[in-house]
């Protein structure tokens, strides 16, 4: 038992600092290719985030543990808002962009409404998987063409010559003349914040490196999770929704509290926003395609249909908590908290 323990804990941290090299890596990556930070942002950081869950889920469902694909998504969609927003907001009270009230929050609901629609009959077949999958390339082009038509002149990072002064340095002080001058581009932080490297070797060594402690730390992690199951008897969706949802959110925790200690609330809430949505188009549509998921007992009886639900409500109440002013205080965060510790007594109570 204790050999399967540490192995678990081998398996989180495998977990937690393979996305963050993963992340770190994609993101030096796409600015040194010219792509602009904020499309990072709203796609590297929070898809890279979530990485853990996208391969936990997936091997899950190729292994035939449908419950832990599953557990390990509606879990994690919980600990994100609950546990992570709540307790970002309850370090510091977190302000948001007005487009989260009005786009991100209504459409991660949406999302999870359809996902519930879909289970109901206690299958998520591939062809809704494909649906799911094809969900998160249209949520990705419309991120990355917004962010286009919302951004202001073009943009360098700081530091770094733009493409016209480069190509005309060569040419003396006629080039000095053509130079445009530097603007910093708008998340330039994000990227400052991850840590810039400018070796494109190093940049691709990173994102292989965190691909390979992402792989190995889920399967450690399933394997150890499933035989401490067994060895206690409880069931699957237990491991799923609790240890192994936890594990797989840790980079969420990181990227956030760091975030808003630093009041960066706008990378706080969208990276978990995106990450929900991420895990539900992607995880689960992935998962489904690799392998229809079958619900062990089915939804209703399965008791799943609670999970969703709480998902569902948890998800709600940052929009009731920001409608106002677009901010969640402490007081908010404390009762994102307070929920997500009485769905952890739950759980717990029914093991």
Request: glycine share 12%.
């Amino acid at each position: 038992m204790w050999v399967q323990v540490v192995l678990v804990i081998v398996g989180f941290a495998l977990l937690y600092f393979g996305a963050e090299w993963l992340v770190k890596g994609s993101a030096n990556l796409a600015r040194s290719l010219g792509v602009s930070p904020i499309v990072i942002g709203l796609t590297v950081v929070a898809f890279g985030t979530s990485a853990p869950e996208l391969v936990v889920s997936v091997i899950s469902s190729l292994g035939g543990k449908s419950m832990i694909a599953v557990g390990n998504v509606i879990g994690s969609n919980i600990c994100n808002i609950a546990l992570i927003l709540g307790a970002a907001a309850t370090l510091l009270p977190l302000t948001a962009d007005k487009s989260v009230i009005r786009r991100d929050i209504p459409l991660m609901l949406g999302i999870s409404v359809f996902l519930l629609l879909i289970s109901m009959n206690s299958t998520i077949s591939r062809g809704e998987g494909i649906v799911l999958f094809a969900g998160i390339i249209l949520y990705t082009l419309y991120n990355y063409k917004s962010s286009f038509m919302a951004a202001g002149p073009a943009c360098v990072p700081t530091g770094q010559p733009n493409a016209i002064g480069a190509a005309s340095g060569a040419q003396g002080a006629v080039g000095e003349s053509s130079r445009a001058p530097e603007v910093p581009c708008e998340g330039q932080d994000v990227i400052e914040e991850i840590g810039i490297i400018e070796s494109r070797p190093k940049q691709i060594a990173l994102i292989i490196v965190g691909i390979a402690g992402v792989v190995i730390g889920a399967q450690v992690l399933i394997d150890s999770a499933v035989l401490i199951m067994k060895a206690l008897g409880v069931s699957e969706k237990f491991i799923g929704l609790t240890i192994v949802a936890v594990g797989t959110s840790l980079p969420e925790l990181a990227t956030s509290i760091v975030a808003a200690l630093r009041k960066e609330m706008d990378i706080s809430i969208g990276n978990l926003i995106g990450s929900n949505v991420f895990n539900i188009l992607s995880v689960i549509g992935l998962a489904a395609i690799v392998r229809p998921i079958s619900i062990p007992g089915g939804f209703f009886e399965s008791g799943l249909i609670y999970d969703y639900l709480v998902m569902m409500v948890v998800s709600f109440l940052p929009f009731v908590l920001m409608y106002k002013d677009n901010t969640i205080r402490r007081g908010g965060g404390l009762l994102l908290l307070a929920c997500y510790i009485g769905y952890m007594a739950y759980l717990v109570y029914n093991g």
